[in-house]
């Protein structure tokens, strides 16, 4: 499964064979559920412009082709459907704020409500095997958390091939499967193997923690915690020491004008997977400018691989979680993405 993609059907003529992702849903938890400030220095006001200019092109894009997503590219604006009643339920924002953040959640409540009984048909095994993660809470629920050093497993050699898109669409379908019968919340050997192995790379990093995420969702942490006692650990250590892990990566990212770019997937599932924990340190607001400018006057954010010429669906490490399409020529040469401008305008340390 891989969750946030979509069809780019107005673009080429084979539109199932390509995938594009809406990858601007996963910041909005982070943005908008800060931990609590002064409401005029709260920082994310200012850049709320852009960022309601960002999903107003996204929505736009799903209600033009509602029609044609599949589970994976719905599961973007269920969380962000989930974000933002949360937000006006728990929030004081000023009204004009409230006011496009209620026309947001309506456009977006329509989308989904029109598009899910194409999506049953379209595939119904699939919808079957893991449409149980539509009907999770994926409301931004869990505290902010002070992440263990940064320097945490940076000098490991990455592990792959251990929590690859087989093992973890099946460790999902086994949660799902079991969950209302006396086997609830038990776990395979292999997904057991998963969660415990340590330095998994890129996207089968986030993946582990999604997983996690799932797993508490479903009210298994306390039958989880007793199966993990034998390793010494629990689902608490296991989530921290992975976003420790990937922070890791995530800092090297941000470092590196062209892996930014040319990563940009697993830079976004980074930040929608560990920042959705509560781990803020994902949270960059300077990134903000930087993602809208990826987005093409059509809503979503696509683009022919500059190397060979196709769309991108996998990786060597797995699955992803957001598929995306790589443009043409952007940022080449001596031109600075806007990030690392403003970056280096003010000096900041990443």
Known sequence: MSFFSEVDVGRFSNPEGFQ?????????PGLLCLAPQDLKTRPVIA???TLTSVLDGLISYYKRHQNEVNLDGIFGPLILQHTIRRILYVHSYPWTLQNQLSYLLESLESVILSALPALKQKDEVYFEK????LQLD?????PSVLLVSESYGQWASPVDGVFTEDVSDNCLHELFKLNLTEQRCRLSVACKTALLTHNLGGYEATHTVLYLTVIELLGCQDIVNGQLTEFGTNMYSLITDRCAEIYSSFRALLRDDVSIYDKRDLLLEQIFICGFRGFDTFIKLPLLDTIKSWQDPSGCFGGIDRNIGTTRATTNSGRTLLFEERLV???KGNVRPPFFRERDAHNAQY
């Open 329 to 331: 020529g952007k940022y």
């Open 20 to 28: 594009m992702r809406y990858f601007f849903f996963i910041l909005l």
């Open 130 to 133: 893991l449409g149980t993660i």
């Open 47 to 49: 850049k709320f412009k």
């Open 138 to 142: 994926w409301s931004p629920k869990f």
